[in-house]
């Protein structure tokens, strides 16, 4: 599972983004519920034409024969009929039970297992209503001709076509009641696939935005967001706060209630507006924590692809937001009582709270909320749900680089850091090995968009959180800190930008004075990871920034220089007797802390002959050992 996971998170992203994302942002998406839409659209069709030429090859001459059949069954013996059509109340009465039970059992399991959302979703699919309404009435007819017919004694030539009718009525609507039930029960068993769920549930939240935007454009909203509307949201707060923020509220409601009559009107118009905004904020606020509790079933239960279509959603939601959001009236963005009293708001700092109401990011918060309760719960259990979470987040981020929602990006910045902590905390270091590259991939991208500050912030929050791992004693993931800052600073130095030597400045302080033998190892692993940037440099043209280095390691006992240097040229030296070009294993993240490109080689020879008494010491003795 887990290759297949990756597989499909690396392998389609690309045509994720370029098919699946730009079709829901437009609303025109064809959903996993409704996928197969042409070939069954075809199947259909074959069937309609096929009906066609069976009815003009000669079916309509059979069905007028069995109608002339029971037209003279009915003349002949009413008892019979009466006790026909008896039967067939008593078979339709079963057939409307059994539909019955077998619906609300398989739903009421599938409510179990995903989110009790479902049975709500299910009664309001209109295509249950009108099946059931016309099995109610098959019944109700064959019942009520049932009863007509008992009062039949003797039947006349006036009664005869009555009966015929009548008859023909309870033929008709008992063998439409069978055949529905074949399309019927493949409907009832692709609504609750888990894809076709999920997808339902987003499907309200982009229906909430847009029937906001709707509003807006029917011009029903007025004033400005640092107006009346940020006055109004104060009210809406919920009444339990602390005092100091009761006694702000009501020093608010009195400076408002001494304004004018015409500041009144305003008020009272902006409260109708943030009164619209309520209903729609609680459907997104609800659609989106079924989502998560679906994907914290599939997590529990190892099914990945249900949890992938979960994030998938959420991913999508946010991409259709953020190319809503501009047209969104300023209401919206206001905390309204749905907002203070959702869970992952309501124990928020009130501070921080005014911070994302400014900022208008509820919606981006909300999400991210989502997938850090996602990312704690695969912690050393399902990782490949901690890493699908980096992922997309990761995702996020970028695009919010690309439409340079710079506030948008820092929040996803705080989540990776959020991550990060978690991580520690739990002391799942594979968890973070994986974080660590989504985490890096991000600077990378804004290092590419020209982003220095946000570059700059993301090295100092690397060099942080090393520090904090090392004091934990998770030594190999201060180690996965100083690679992907050693390669944060090549991809620097290939961009030509100006945070490169910040960079390896952050790089250099991240080694400690071992105590241990695990700390020993930590810090050859930095080391080597700076001696491969050194070569990285040097073959660049960047004598300076190599010079940096060396600086940093020249007082290293000579012994542990040597030994870092036969290990480099150890994996170098498999290579140049094969025909790889890379490393030999397999890894998650496609990369080797330990491994040496064999072209830059020459350039790590010629950082280590920067150190005098090396080369004496490499002639002397083949191997070395550290005291």
Same mark, same amino acid.
């Given at each position: ?6 597989? #499909? *998170? !690396? @392998? %389609? /992203? $690309? =045509? #994720? *983004? !370029? @098919? %699946? /994302? $730009? =079709? #829901? *942002? !437009? @609303? %025109? /998406? $064809? ?24 009815w003009a090859w000669g079916g309509h001459r059979w069905i007028q024969s069995g109608l ?53 979703l299910f009664l309001r699919e209109k295509v249950n209503f009108y099946l059931f309404f ?122 408002v209630g001494m304004a004018t009559e015409q500041h009144s009107l305003s008020h009272q ?359």
């Amino acid at each position: 599972m887990n290759e297949r996971l990756t597989g #499909r *998170v !690396s @392998g %389609t /992203e $690309s =045509s #994720r *983004v !370029s @098919g %699946t /994302e $730009s =079709s #829901r *942002v !437009s @609303g %025109t /998406e $064809s959903y996993p519920g409704f996928v197969g839409r042409r070939p069954r659209f075809l199947t259909w069709s074959a069937a309609v034409v096929g009906a066609g030429l069976l009815w003009a090859w000669g079916g309509h001459r059979w069905i007028q024969s069995g109608l002339r059949l029971l037209w003279v069954g009915s003349t002949q013996d009413v008892g019979a009929l009466q006790e026909f059509v008896a039967t067939s109340a008593q078979v339709l009465s079963g057939v409307l039970g059994f539909t019955l039970s077998v619906v609300a059992i398989v739903v009421q399991l599938s409510a179990d297992r995903f989110t009790p959302k479902v049975t709500e979703l299910f009664l309001r699919e209109k295509v249950n209503f009108y099946l059931f309404f016309f099995l109610i009435l098959a019944n109700v007819v064959s019942l009520w001709s049932s009863a007509a017919l008992s009062l039949y004694v003797r039947v006349g030539p006036a009664e005869q076509q009555r009966l015929g009718l009548l008859i023909g009525l309870n033929l008709l609507l008992g063998t439409a009641s069978f055949l529905v039930l074949i399309p019927y029960f493949r409907f009832v068993f692709h609504f609750l696939q888990p894809a076709s769920i999920i997808h339902r549930i987003e499907q309200q939240v982009r229906q909430a935005v847009l029937g906001s935007l709707a509003s807006r454009r029917s011009g029903s909203d007025s004033g400005s967001k640092g107006g009346c509307f940020s006055r109004y949201s104060l009210q809406l707060r919920p009444r339990h706060d602390n005092v100091a923020q009761q006694q702000r509220c009501a020093g608010i409601q009195g400076a408002v209630g001494m304004a004018t009559e015409q500041h009144s009107l305003s008020h009272q118009r902006c409260g109708a507006i943030i009164g619209q905004c309520l209903p729609a904020h609680q459907r997104c606020l609800s659609a989106l924590d079924e989502i998560k509790s679906i994907a914290t079933s599939a997590l529990r239960q190892q099914e990945g692809s249900i949890l992938l279509e979960a994030l998938d959603s959420l991913k999508s939601l946010w991409v259709f937001y953020a190319a809503h959001k501009a047209q969104l009236p300023p209401a919206w963005f206001l905390f309204t009582p749905a907002l203070w009293r959702d869970p992952d708001f309501a124990s928020v700092d009130q501070g921080l709270l005014s911070q994302i109401e400014a900022e208008g990011t509820w919606l981006e918060l909300k999400i991210l909320r989502q997938y850090q309760a996602l990312f704690a719960e695969g912690l050393n259990g399902m990782r490949q749900a901690s890493t699908l979470v980096a992922i997309h987040s990761r995702e996020l981020g970028i695009r919010a680089l690309e439409t340079q929602q710079l506030t948008v990006a820092g929040w996803v910045i705080k989540f990776f850091n959020t991550y990060l902590r978690a991580v520690i905390n739990a002391r799942d270091i594979r968890s973070g090995y994986n974080l660590l590259k989504q985490y890096r991939l991000l600077a990378e991208a804004a290092l590419q968009h020209h982003q220095s500050a946000l570059v700059l912030r993301i090295v100092d929050y690397f060099r942080y959180y090393s520090l904090i791992a090392y004091k934990a004693g998770l030594f190999f993931l201060s180690e996965t800190f100083g690679f992907d800052l050693g390669v944060l600073a090549q991809s620097s130095c290939a961009l030509g930008s100006e945070t490169t030597e910040a960079i390896v400045q952050a790089l250099l302080r991240l080694d400690q004075d071992p105590e241990s033998e695990q700390q020993e190892t930590t810090l050859r692993g930095i080391r080597k990871t700076q001696v491969r940037v050194a070569a990285y440099f040097l073959r660049c043209g960047r004598e300076d920034l190599a010079k940096l280095i060396y600086q940093d390691m020249q007082h290293e006992p000579l012994a542990r220089l040597q030994s870092i240097r036969q290990e480099l040229q150890s994996t170098t030296a498999v290579i140049a007797t094969r025909t790889e070009s890379s490393f030999w294993e397999f890894t998650d993240r496609g990369e080797n802390f330990y491994f040496l490109e064999p072209a830059l080689q020459p350039y790590a020879d010629q950082f280590f002959g920067w150190f005098q008494g090396l080369a004496t010491l490499q002639e002397g003795q083949e191997s070395v050992e550290l005291p």
